[in-house]
């Protein structure tokens, strides 16, 4: 078989298919390139599964471009809370915004205009100009590599610029006249349902006969794929301000700063763990051996009272810290360890000055302190697990 007749019945087969088993889903059900393009957003990094709930509430909280665009960002945030990757909602919003201004809240239908929207890379917008607008535009992901590698018998490395550009290309040679969309999708639908990334079901997948991949006994070892860097573990101090008075049952967070990770989200202090190795007191070591913390102090008798402005527990001062936020307000046993969490802290969170027993000072108001702001917040509490 030759190149054009492989291409042509890969075409042909592949879209018949999808005809007749595409998945029934809710952005499948009409053309509305604003609820295309959200529904593309929330499926980066996330199952199919998971986002259909989400997109439904999102789309009745959101039902227009102008309305998102209008929308407070802390209301957009908590429609999609759960959802994680948080930058992807405040660029979806950020551009949303522009369209408003700049295309009277009509998402344009050029390839230039689209891709120039924050958040818009060449995936989304080849998905949005194909299944809206039915324009002739590759949208190449992940899924698409490895559909098309195993086909095609592709061996090169697809975390390289110069192999995307050439599957985007091979893709749009693909696409039949007059079905982009549908062509486009058929080729997620496979690489998601069928051509999987660990165990295909080639026996099922209605390219299976000319596939070169499954004939040269390549399948699950394709794409070639350079191993990404592992990530850098990082110890931090996590720190349990708890309050009293007016306070009481309130524990202290504070809100990130408006740029980088995780921006302008809720956490509690916490300050990275000094990298030098601590040296450790027999109380510390007792500690560990008893297990993660206690309903007591250093003795394990009864539990103290939270002073006002008192740091009540500094979880990293421990070996086997306690989980985040389960109120547990045991005081850290003695040692270098404890005035290390509690120097940290004070340092990095510049919540007071340390004390010579390791806890440290603060006033019952709201903290600024640099970029990051700081409030009183009920939690639930439970006992620890013993």
């Not at 209301?75 to 759960?82: F, I, M, S, T």
Request: with cysteine; hydrophobic share 35%; aromatic share 6%.
């Amino acid at each position: 078989m030759s190149s054009s007749e492989q291409k042509r019945y890969f075409s042909t087969e592949l879209l018949s298919w999808y005809r007749r088993h595409k998945r029934d889903l809710p952005w499948r059900r009409s053309r509305n390139p604003y609820h295309i393009w959200v529904s593309e957003i929330m499926l980066q990094q996330t199952r199919v599964d998971t986002v259909i709930p989400y997109f439904n509430r999102f789309m009745d909280k959101f039902p227009t471009v102008e309305a998102l665009a209008e929308a407070p960002e802390d209301e957009v945030l908590k429609a999609w809370e759960g959802l994680g990757y948080y930058s992807r909602a405040r660029n979806l919003q950020s551009a949303v915004r522009e369209v408003k201004e700049r295309y009277g809240g009509v998402v344009p239908d050029t390839k230039e205009e689209v891709s120039s929207l924050k958040g818009v890379g060449p995936y989304t917008t080849g998905a949005i100009l194909s299944i809206a607008y039915n324009k002739p535009e590759p949208a190449v992901d992940g899924n698409v590599m490895r559909v098309l590698s195993r086909y095609f018998l592709i061996e090169d490395d697809i975390m390289k610029g110069s192999t995307r550009v050439s599957m985007e290309k091979l893709a749009q040679e693909l696409i039949p006249e007059g079905a982009a969309g549908d062509f486009n999708q058929a080729l997620m639908e496979l690489g998601a349902l069928v051509c999987t990334p660990k165990s295909p079901s080639c026996l099922t997948c209605p390219v299976m006969a000319h596939c070169a991949g499954r004939a040269a006994g390549v399948e699950e070892s394709l794409p070639v794929k350079t191993k990404a860097k592992p990530p850098r573990p990082e110890r931090r101090y996590a720190v349990v301000i708890e309050g009293a008075a007016e306070h009481a049952g309130r524990v202290l967070i504070r809100q990130r700063p408006a740029e980088g990770l995780l921006a302008r989200l809720w956490e509690l202090p916490h300050a990275a763990v000094p990298t030098a190795p601590q040296p450790r007191s027999r109380a510390a070591k007792a500690q560990t051996r008893r297990g993660p913390c206690r309903a007591g102090g250093a003795s394990g008798r009864g539990r103290p009272r939270a002073r006002p402005g008192r740091l009540a527990h500094a979880g990293g001062a421990y070996v086997q810290p306690h989980p985040l936020g389960d109120g547990c307000v045991c005081r850290p046993p003695g040692g270098s360890l404890r005035a290390a969490a509690a120097r940290a802290a004070a340092v990095s969170l510049s919540l007071g000055k340390p004390r010579g027993d390791g806890a440290v000072r603060v006033s019952e108001r709201l903290f600024t302190y640099s970029e990051c702001v700081f409030r009183p917040v009920i939690i639930k509490k439970h006992s620890p697990e013993r």
